[in-house]
Structures are given as structure tokens and as C-alpha cells.
Nanobody, 127 residues
Framework: EVQLQASGGGLVRTGGSLRLSCIAS????????IGWFRRAPGKEREGVSC????????YYVDSVKGRFTISSDNAKNTVYLQMSSLKPEDTAVYYC????????????????????WGQGTQVTVSS
């Protein structure tokens, strides 16, 4: 059974940092892309970042470039999202998701292509 478990959210002040973790099980972790999404109150869910070990590629939405870093630890079946210089507009529920239908990020996957989703973890940035 494929499972994704996100954790690491919390309450932090503007300018602070958090590291989210997504532990995957039930599939060969290193073969498929993993992405992070977020849904802010009253807004649509948006893709934040994704990574693929198969072609060593990463992607970031413009609003987090230079502040967030995605990384993988294949030995631990875990993808991390290191978030720094956090802003109130980063407040959202963050989700991780996996694509099992193809191994790379080229072309950049659409949200509907993500086959499995973890539960969310709340990130709140106070001003």
C-alpha cells in the first residue's frame, strides 16, 4: 500500500524557518517524483516544489525560489522541504504527493498527475 506521511509543520514568526518531512512507503521511492503543495485559506491548492531522483531535477514556484529547498534521502524514503525566511503568505496546509506514472519531472507534471497524496501539515507564519 502506497502511503505518504507529511510532518514538521508548526507556528513560526516571520523570517523563521521550518523543515517539512514526507516519509513514503509502498513503492520504490527513488524511482518517482515527489512534490509539495499547499492550500492557503480561501485559495486554490498550488504546487510549491517537486523533485525527481531519476533525473536529479527540482522545481520551485517563483514565490518560494531562494527561500525553500527540496531534498531527498533515498535511504530514509524521505523528501524534505526546508523553508526559510518565512512570510505570512506562506501560511497554508502543506501536502506531499507522489507520481507513480512516470519517473521524471520533464515535462513539469500537472497536479492531476500526482497519484498519491499524504495528509496535510499546517504551517502558520505570524507577522
Amino acid at each position: 500500500e502506497v502511503q505518504l506521511q507529511a510532518s514538521g509543520g508548526g507556528l513560526v514568526r516571520t523570517g523563521g524557518s521550518l523543515r517539512l518531512s514526507c516519509i513514503a512507503s509502498g513503492f520504490t521511492f527513488s524511482d518517482y517524483p515527489i512534490g509539495w503543495f499547499r492550500r492557503a485559506p480561501g485559495k486554490e491548492r498550488e504546487g510549491v516544489s517537486c523533485t525527481s531522483s531519476s533525473d536529479d531535477s527540482t522545481y520551485y514556484v517563483d514565490s518560494v525560489k531562494g527561500r525553500f529547498t527540496i531534498s531527498s534521502d533515498n535511504a530514509k524514503n524521505t523528501v524534505y522541504l526546508q523553508m526559510s525566511s518565512l512570510k505570512p503568505e506562506d501560511t497554508a496546509v502543506y501536502y506531499c504527493a507522489a507520481i507513480l506514472r512516470r519517473p521524471t519531472l520533464s515535462p513539469l507534471p500537472e497536479e492531476y498527475e500526482y497519484d498519491y497524496w499524504g495528509q496535510g501539515t499546517q504551517v502558520t507564519v505570524s507577522s
